[in-house]
């Protein structure tokens, strides 16, 4: 735990979410700003500021990946949906804990805004 992280302190239940999915080593929550009639973040319990260092911890990885697909068949995404880990400058993450983002409950328009 980062005391100073935002999600390390949503994990200890220091500032309030609404949990949708947990399991021992992954945390779902509803986004505070969704993006989508579905837009939960699903991270891994233990903090890596971001995919890449995901990456390099196969079995975190592969628990966020399980708690997304659960997480997208809990909500009823039958539609489809899009997983967004969002990285770095160019990737506009704002939040320095890896989360992915399962957003759907629409169609969701093109995969990136014109440029
Ligand atoms: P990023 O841009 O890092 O990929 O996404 C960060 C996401 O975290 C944003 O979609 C933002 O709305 C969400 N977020 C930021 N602060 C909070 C919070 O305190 N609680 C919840 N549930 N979501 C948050
Ligand atoms: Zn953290």
Excluded: W, Y
């Excluded at 200890?12 to 949990?19: C, D, H, M, N």
């Excluded at 947990?22 to 891994?44: C, N, Q, S, W």
């Amino acid at each position: 735990m980062e005391n100073t992280c935002l999600f390390c302190r949503i994990v200890a239940g220091e500032i309030p979410a609404t949990v949708v999915h947990r399991t021992e080593t992954t945390l779902a929550f509803r986004d505070i700003d969704p993006k989508a009639p579905t837009h939960v973040l699903v991270i891994p319990v233990a903090h890596h500021a971001d995919v890449l260092s995901l990456a390099a911890d196969p079995s975190a990885a592969a628990d966020v990946l399980a708690a997304a697909a659960a997480v997208a068949e809990q909500e009823g995404l039958t539609g489809g949906f899009r997983l967004i880990f969002n990285t770095g400058p160019h990737g506009g993450q704002e939040v320095f804990h890896v989360h992915a983002h399962v957003v759907g409950g629409a169609p969701l328009g093109p995969m990136l805004a014109a440029r």
